[in-house]
Each structure stands twice: as structure tokens, then as C-alpha cells.
């Protein structure tokens, strides 16, 4: 079993919808990453949280420490957001342990 | 720019042949990290170092791989006798950490894609 599990794996949506990706991790942790993958490799940094909510235009993310479970939240899905969505955890040492990424494609 | 570059950004090279990757920092960060990614997996962690030292690999860095940062500022990563298996993008990332930070931000390369044929 993976330290860090998403789901789910692929999603496609259609231009508007709400947009929900899950994360579960198992080990102990100082802090949860959210990325964003485009084609071509480059990563960016979404949200970096430890407790509670953030948001971010139309992205929010939340983390419930005691179910060791965090989700990204897409509201207003457009094309553009079509990417791969990482979850991350922050360990020892601020390395991070990757979950497998959603792919995310929404259509027009 | 000023964000963090690797170099080349694609590289083909045949089994058996030792290749070196560099990566540049964003010039303040202190902390490097090294990152492996196959396709359709997310990365996986290779090493990572605070300014020169190196201070954490993982087992997947075997004995032919190797990393450097000599002078804490820009790093290389070497892979002696490619095999096929080697074939991924390899990703750097940089961040500033202090002693205070309760967690840090990381800002990742463009990659390198290898490809052993």
C-alpha cells in the first residue's frame, strides 16, 4: 500500500462542474502539498497546508489531520485546469512523498 | 528568469553510458532536492541537499548514481552505466528553510527527460 493514495486516478468533467480530488496518507506528517503537472513535466505548487482550509481563486483545499485525508477542490472547472493534480506530504527532512496525481480533463 | 533550470532538458544516450544532469537553484534557496518520475507515476524522491551537504538519499539511488553540490549552489546528478530501467524525467527542486519555517515551499525545474536506449 502506497504512504500517499488518490483518487481517483483520471476524472473528466465538462466545462463548470465542481471538481473534487481525494488524498489519504498514512505516515506522519508536517505539511500536505497540492500540485499542479502540465504536459511537458513542469510542476507547480498549489497549496501547501497543515491544518484546516485554504483557497485560492477557485481552488480550495482542506485537511482533516485525524483522518489523514486532505481534498482539492476545483469550482467553475474550465480547460484550462486540465492537468495532472498532485498530493504530496512533507516529512522528515521537508522531503516529499508523491501520491500517483489525478488526471484531470475538462471539456468545453 | 529566475527560477529553477536544468540542463539539457531532453537526453538520449545508449546503455551503458554515463550521463550528468545539472540543475540551478533559485540563487537565495538553500535546500536542493533531486526527483525521479516514470510515466504515469507521480515522482519519487532521490536525494536532497542543504547547501552542500547532502543530507538524505533514498534506496532507490543505487551505488551508479551519484550527486553533487559543491559549492552549494548549483547541483549535478550522474548516472554511470545507464541501463533502460533508467529511463524517467528527473526533476530538481529548490527552497528556502529556516530553522523557523514550519514547512517549506519547493519550486521545481522544467526536468530532464532520459531515455536509454
Known amino acids: 500500500k502506497n504512504e500517499v493514495e488518490q483518487s481517483p486516478q483520471n476524472l473528466t468533467a465538462q466545462e463548470g462542474e465542481f471538481i473534487t480530488i481525494n488524498c489519504s496518507y498514512s505516515?506522519?506528517?508536517?505539511?500536505l502539498h497540492w500540485l499542479q503537472q502540465h504536459p511537458g513535466g513542469g510542476i507547480v505548487s498549489l497549496f501547501m497546508?497543515?491544518?484546516g482550509k485554504k483557497k485560492h481563486g477557485r481552488l480550495i483545499a482542506t485537511i482533516n489531520i485525524q483522518e489523514k485525508h486532505s481534498s482539492l477542490h476545483i469550482t467553475a472547472s474550465h480547460p484550462r485546469d486540465s492537468a495532472v493534480y498532485i498530493c504530496?506530504?512533507?516529512?522528515?527532512?521537508?522531503?516529499?512523498?508523491f501520491g500517483e496525481g489525478t488526471q484531470l480533463t475538462v471539456n468545453p | 528568469d529566475t527560477g529553477v533550470s536544468q540542463d539539457p532538458r531532453h537526453k538520449i544516450t545508449k546503455r551503458g553510458q554515463n550521463v550528468t544532469f545539472r540543475c540551478d537553484p533559485i540563487?537565495?534557496?538553500?535546500?536542493l532536492y533531486w526527483y525521479r518520475q516514470t510515466l504515469g507515476q507521480g515522482p519519487e524522491f532521490l536525494t536532497y541537499?542543504?547547501?552542500?551537504?547532502?543530507?538524505?538519499k533514498s534506496r532507490l539511488l543505487s551505488d551508479r548514481f551519484s550527486a553533487e553540490r559543491p559549492k552549494g549552489s548549483f547541483s549535478t546528478l550522474e548516472i554511470q552505466r545507464t541501463e533502460q530501467g533508467d529511463s524517467a524525467m528527473y526533476l530538481c527542486?529548490?527552497?528556502?528553510?529556516?530553522?523557523?519555517?514550519?514547512?517549506?515551499?519547493?519550486?521545481f525545474g522544467p526536468g530532464t527527460r532520459l531515455t536509454v536506449l
Open positions: 541537499f542543504q547547501n552542500e551537504a547532502q543530507l538524505e
Open positions: 505516515v506522519g506528517i508536517s505539511a
Open positions: 497546508l497543515s491544518s
Open positions: 540563487s537565495e534557496h538553500n535546500r
Open positions: 504530496a506530504v512533507e516529512t522528515s527532512g521537508s522531503r516529499l512523498t
Open positions: 527542486a529548490s527552497s528556502l528553510t529556516s530553522g523557523l519555517a514550519v514547512y517549506n515551499e519547493q519550486f
